[in-house]
């Protein structure tokens, strides 16, 4: 059945779905060929294999905590995740984030759909101006049926990506010479590890800004561990394999091409298992492109609906899941061929415009309003929230501002960078400081009207009764 709801309150009567089915989700959502090309990165700065896949697991620990610390949000409050964002930043002020939230979606499905393109370019003939608009149509179909069938599909597929990739591994280990590829000059150094680091970091933070879509469904009497737990488990064991993997595959080989490492590697274990392998990971490609599409609706739909307030219907999430696919297909044909350095920076351009907005939005949930909202009042022009919300909007731009004598890019370098030697610890400093500081404003909070509002808004949302409480956060 194709889902109904949009940006709009889950009810209790709706909620369904297991806790661990987190876990195989956000597994194969991470388990995509995308993921093993952010691990080229260390070897390409020169950076030798430890030290690369230390710095990506590392950064992939580091960011995944934060996504997974947003995915108990979803349940809590049965809302998409940049709906919450109004209670930090405002009813309209929340388009800041928006924005930034948007830019995440397409490009990342403007590199998913590259690469499953270039996967079926090893069988299939036609260019991307050809297979762009078939993959593209068929992650709008996922997309447009929505929540259910994407929990379904990338539940099943974790089965196939575990053997066929655990495979791919092996043939690595065994054909591979670790560290071929790379100069003589390769070696520990500062610059480019933290580098790495924050890329992996910013790769697994991006997925913060979707995680709740995934889990609003679920009871909001869950376990918060369990939310938590399977969440980090599947998003972050995948990250950390993929990382590695391909930071072992750009260590050993000259010029690392995704699509063909894999093929090469399969076809070693045995003729034609490359191909294979190579063409099992396009369905997990489409899948994830169905998750942004679908992610990028809700976001677009949040953004418009805080200037006019717009009806949730069937059509109107189709009509947002078209417009964003076809912004992927123009952005993607007219991307230049060598895109793994756009593909760099825009990771780490990820990192630098998600940090603050995750800093704010999860210290409000977790230690200003501890998990408690007004929710229906994040609707209202006139609710409690207000339309823009300065406390949430002076941090997220007080904090991005303290980020940038500290980031580290290939069209720029901060004063702060380079007196240390060109690291980027930019991610720090913008958790620190938008933390912080909305926590130390939101003390002048009127708790009091909030708690009343609360009342009102879960009879007004459920009808009659007060809504569940949530399970002890353990």
Known sequence: MIETRSIDYVPLADRHGKVWHQGPFWFTGN???TTMVTGFIGPALGLDLVSSIVAMVLGAAFGTFFMAFHAYQGPRMGLPQMIQSRAQFGLR?????????????????VFNVILATQALQL????SGALWYPVLIAIAVVLAVVGYDLLHFVLRWLSYAMVVVFALVTIGAL?????????????GFSWAP?????GAAAGYQISYAVYVSDYSRYLPPTVSSRGVIGWTYAGAGLSAMWLFSLGAFLGSAIKEPDAIGGLRSVGDGLFDGFGTFAVLVAVPALLSVMAVNLYGAMLTGTSAVDGFKQIRPTVRGRVTGILLVAVVVYIVALSLPDDYLGSFNNFVLMMLYFLIPWTAVNLVDFYFVRHGHYAIAEMFKSNGIYGRWAWRGLVSYAVGFAAMVPFITTTFY???????IGGGDVSFIVGLLVSGFLYAALCRTLDHDR?????????????????????????
């Open 93 to 109: 002020g929340s388009i800041v984030p928006l924005i930034a939230v948007l830019f995440v979606y397409i490009g990342f499905n």
């Open 123 to 126: 069988v299939f003939p036609g």
């Open 193 to 197: 590890f933290l580098i790495s680091f």
């Open 413 to 419: 370098e901060g004063p702060a960078a380079k007196a």
């Open 174 to 186: 065994r054909d591979l010479e670790a560290g071929a590829a790379l100069p003589s000059t390769a």
């Open 450 to 474: 909030e708690d009343q509002a609360m009342i009102a808004s879960e009879l007004e949302l459920e009808g009659s009764g007060i809504a569940a409480e949530p399970a002890p956060s353990d």
């Open 31 to 33: 388990f995509v060929i």
